[in-house]
C-alpha cells in the first residue's frame, strides 16, 4: 500500500520544515508550497490524502484555497493553521468544509492526532457508512433523507455540532450516528446530560480532579474529556450548563486543553464535541443565560431533530420497527396494527415525539387481546382525527378558503405549543423563518 500523501502550504520557511520532518517521520510522503498559485499548480498535477494549509498567504486567504479544493474533483480533507487566538477564522474555514484547524505555535502531538484522524476519513467507504445511517434512521420523508445526507457530510468534520429539536425526536441517536460515521468510530462516545449534573460537581465531572483538591476527593478522577480521549464528547442539555463552567468549556474548546481540579499542569485533550437540547439558545443568549462567544463555538455546523409530527408518513415504518423490538424483548409474537390504528398514529399530534410512540406502542403490545392492535388498543390521550375530505362544502366555501383555514388551524396551534417563539415554530413546522413569517403575514396572524 501506497505511503499517504499530503499537501503543506504555508510561507513560513521554518514552519513549512517543521510539518514536513513531523509528517516524514510518521511515514506520509509531502509536497510544499509557499503561496497559493503554487498549490494550485500541485493540486493538478498530484493526488492528495490530506491539505494542511495556512489561512494567510501571500497572494490569497486559505478560505479562498478551500473553496477551491472543495469544488475539485479531489476532494480530500483540509486543516487549517491560524495564528493564536484566531478562533473566528477557524471556525469560519470549518463552516465552509474545512476538517480541523491548528492554532500556532503548533503542538506536535495535537498536528499528529489530527493527521490519523483525517487519513483514517480518506480511507473510509462513503457507501457502507450511508447504509448504515438509512438502517439506524428510519423513514423516507424528505425531512429524514436531508437528515441523513447531512450526518454523512457533517461526520466527515472534526467542527463543533450543535443539535436542537424537541424532547424524544432523536438528538442523541443523531449525535451517535455522526460518531460512528466518522473517523473516531474506534474510540469512544461518551453522552453526558448536563442537567442530571449537580452545579457543584460539573467542573471536576467535565475535568477531572487530583487527589486533595477537595473534600472527599481520596484519589485522582479522570473527566469526561478524558474518557472521550481520541473519541466524541456529546454533550446532552447543554443548555442546563452554569455560566462559571461555560467558560472553562470556552477555553478548553478553543485551546484543545484541560486543566483537573486541583492540578498544575495542563492536559492536551482529542475530543470531538457534540452538544444538544430542546431549549431556545438564542433566546437564553439574548436574555443572557448562556454565553454568545461559547455559542458560536459549539454551533459551528448546526442541525435540527425533526418532531415526529412533521414526518408522519414515517410512522407506520417507525411503529413497526419499534413493535418488532419490544416484542423480542418481551419474548412474544409481534403484532399487526390496524388500518385503524395506524391512521390513529399518523394524525396524532406527538407532543413526546419517538419516545411517546415507543411508550404508547409498549403499552399497548402488554394490554391488547388478539393478534392485531386496534386503534382503542393504543389508548391515545386525545382525538386524533383531522378535518376529512368529504367534509368540505363548494357550495359555502372555495378549495383555497378551506385550505387557508386548515393552514391557519395548524400554524396557530405550532404557535400555542412553541409559546409564539417564531424561531422554534419554524423548526418545529421545518420551514424556514422567512417562509413562516410570509404566511403568519398571509393570514393574518403575525
Same mark, same amino acid.
Given at each position: 500500500?501506497? #505511503?499517504?500523501?499530503?499537501?503543506?502550504?504555508?510561507?513560513?520557511?521554518?514552519?513549512?520544515?517543521?510539518? !514536513?520532518?513531523?509528517?516524514?517521520?510518521?511515514?506520509?510522503?509531502?509536497?510544499?508550497?509557499?503561496?497559493?498559485? *503554487?498549490?494550485?499548480?500541485?493540486?493538478?498535477?498530484?493526488?492528495?490524502?490530506?491539505?494542511?494549509?495556512?489561512?494567510?498567504?501571500?497572494?490569497?486567504?486559505?478560505?479562498?484555497?478551500?473553496?477551491?479544493?472543495?469544488?475539485?474533483?479531489?476532494?480530500?480533507?483540509?486543516?487549517?493553521?491560524?495564528?493564536?487566538?484566531?478562533?473566528?477564522?477557524?471556525?469560519?474555514?470549518?463552516?465552509?468544509?474545512? &476538517?480541523?484547524?491548528?492554532?500556532?505555535?503548533?503542538?506536535?502531538?495535537?498536528?499528529?492526532?489530527?493527521?490519523?484522524?483525517?487519513?483514517?476519513?480518506?480511507?473510509?467507504?462513503?457507501?457502507?457508512?450511508?447504509?448504515?445511517?438509512?438502517?439506524?434512521?428510519?423513514?423516507?420523508?424528505? =425531512?429524514?433523507?436531508?437528515?441523513?445526507? #447531512?450526518?454523512? /457530510?457533517?461526520?466527515?468534520?472534526?467542527?463543533?455540532?450543535?443539535?436542537?429539536?424537541?424532547?424524544?425526536?432523536?438528538?442523541?441517536?443523531?449525535?451517535?450516528?455522526?460518531?460512528?460515521? *466518522?473517523?473516531?468510530?474506534?474510540?469512544? &462516545?461518551?453522552?453526558?446530560?448536563?442537567?442530571?449534573?449537580?452545579?457543584?460537581?460539573?467542573?471536576?465531572?467535565?475535568?477531572?480532579?487530583?487527589?486533595?483538591?477537595?473534600?472527599?476527593?481520596?484519589?485522582?478522577?479522570?473527566? @469526561?474529556?478524558?474518557?472521550?480521549?481520541?473519541?466524541?464528547?456529546?454533550?446532552?442539555?447543554?443548555?442546563?450548563?452554569?455560566?462559571? =463552567?461555560?467558560?472553562?468549556?470556552?477555553? +478548553?474548546?478553543?485551546?484543545?486543553?484541560?486543566?483537573?481540579?486541583?492540578?498544575?499542569?495542563?492536559?492536551?485533550?482529542?475530543?470531538?464535541?457534540?452538544? +444538544?437540547?430542546?431549549?431556545? @439558545?438564542?433566546?437564553?443568549?439574548?436574555?443572557? !443565560?448562556?454565553?454568545?462567544?461559547?455559542?458560536?463555538?459549539? #454551533?459551528?455546523?448546526?442541525?435540527? %431533530?425533526?418532531?415526529?409530527?412533521?414526518?408522519?408518513?414515517?410512522?407506520?415504518?417507525?411503529?413497526?420497527?419499534?413493535?418488532?423490538?419490544? +416484542?423480542?424483548?418481551?419474548?412474544?409474537?409481534?403484532?399487526?396494527?390496524?388500518?385503524?390504528?395506524?391512521?390513529?398514529?399518523?394524525?396524532?399530534? &406527538?407532543?413526546?415525539?419517538?419516545? !411517546?410512540?415507543?411508550?404508547?406502542?409498549?403499552?399497548?403490545?402488554?394490554?391488547?387481546?388478539?393478534?392485531?392492535?386496534?386503534?382503542?388498543?393504543?389508548?391515545?390521550?386525545?382525538?386524533?382525527?383531522?378535518?376529512?375530505? !368529504?367534509?368540505? #362544502?363548494?357550495?359555502?366555501? %372555495?378549495?383555497?378558503?378551506?385550505?387557508?383555514?386548515?393552514?391557519?388551524?395548524?400554524?396557530?396551534?405550532?404557535?400555542?405549543?412553541?409559546?409564539?417563539?417564531?424561531?422554534?415554530?419554524? /423548526?418545529?413546522?421545518?420551514?424556514?423563518?422567512?417562509?413562516?413569517?410570509?404566511?403568519?403575514?398571509?393570514?393574518?396572524?403575525?
Amino acid at each position: 500500500m501506497n #505511503n499517504p500523501f499530503t499537501l503543506i502550504i504555508d510561507d513560513e520557511p521554518d514552519i513549512r520544515e517543521l510539518l !514536513e520532518i513531523t509528517l516524514n517521520r510518521m511515514n506520509i510522503q509531502t509536497l510544499c508550497a509557499e503561496d497559493i498559485t *503554487s498549490a494550485k499548480k500541485l493540486l493538478e498535477k498530484h493526488s492528495f490524502d490530506l491539505c494542511l494549509t495556512d489561512m494567510k498567504l501571500p497572494d490569497g486567504n486559505g478560505l479562498d484555497l478551500i473553496d477551491y479544493i472543495q469544488k475539485s474533483n479531489k476532494p480530500m480533507p483540509i486543516a487549517v493553521i491560524t495564528a493564536h487566538g484566531s478562533m473566528d477564522i477557524a471556525i469560519t474555514a470549518m463552516k465552509k468544509g474545512a &476538517f480541523d484547524f491548528l492554532s500556532k505555535p503548533v503542538d506536535l502531538t495535537v498536528l499528529r492526532q489530527l493527521i490519523n484522524n483525517a487519513l483514517k476519513l480518506s480511507a473510509q467507504p462513503q457507501t457502507t457508512k450511508e447504509r448504515r445511517t438509512r438502517h439506524l434512521l428510519l423513514g423516507e420523508s424528505q =425531512l429524514m433523507r436531508d437528515i441523513r445526507s #447531512n450526518i454523512d /457530510k457533517v461526520a466527515r468534520s472534526q467542527a463543533p455540532v450543535y443539535i436542537s429539536g424537541e424532547s424524544g425526536s432523536g438528538k442523541e441517536l443523531i449525535a451517535k450516528l455522526i460518531h460512528q460515521q *466518522s473517523p473516531r468510530n474506534e474510540s469512544p &462516545f461518551i453522552a453526558i446530560n448536563c442537567g442530571a449534573i449537580p452545579a457543584e460537581l460539573m467542573e471536576s465531572e467535565f475535568f477531572g480532579h487530583k487527589k486533595g483538591s477537595f473534600t472527599g476527593a481520596t484519589t485522582d478522577k479522570q473527566g @469526561l474529556f478524558q474518557a472521550a480521549e481520541g473519541g466524541t464528547l456529546f454533550l446532552d442539555e447543554v443548555a442546563d450548563l452554569p455560566l462559571a =463552567l461555560q467558560v472553562k468549556l470556552l477555553r +478548553a474548546i478553543q485551546e484543545k486543553k484541560i486543566r483537573p481540579v486541583g492540578g498544575h499542569q495542563e492536559i492536551s485533550t482529542n475530543i470531538r464535541l457534540l452538544s +444538544a437540547t430542546h431549549k431556545d @439558545l438564542n433566546a437564553m443568549v439574548e436574555r443572557g !443565560e448562556f454565553r454568545q462567544d461559547l455559542y458560536y463555538r459549539i #454551533n459551528v455546523i448546526d442541525l435540527v %431533530s425533526p418532531p415526529l409530527r412533521n414526518r408522519a408518513s414515517d410512522i407506520p415504518e417507525l411503529a413497526e420497527h419499534l413493535l418488532a423490538k419490544l +416484542a423480542t424483548s418481551n419474548v412474544q409474537q409481534q403484532p399487526t396494527l390496524s388500518k385503524e390504528a395506524i391512521h390513529g398514529l399518523k394524525h396524532y399530534h &406527538f407532543p413526546g415525539n419517538v419516545r !411517546e410512540l415507543e411508550n404508547i406502542l409498549e403499552r399497548a403490545l402488554a394490554l391488547y387481546d388478539g393478534k392485531t392492535i386496534e386503534l382503542d388498543d393504543l389508548n391515545l390521550p386525545c382525538s386524533t382525527e383531522l378535518p376529512k375530505a !368529504e367534509e368540505f #362544502n363548494p357550495s359555502e366555501m %372555495s378549495l383555497e378558503d378551506y385550505l387557508e383555514e386548515i393552514e391557519k388551524e395548524a400554524l396557530s396551534k405550532a404557535l400555542e405549543e412553541n409559546r409564539w417563539n417564531k424561531t422554534e415554530t419554524a /423548526k418545529h413546522l421545518g420551514l424556514t423563518f422567512r417562509s413562516l413569517r410570509y404566511r403568519l403575514k398571509k393570514l393574518g396572524l403575525d
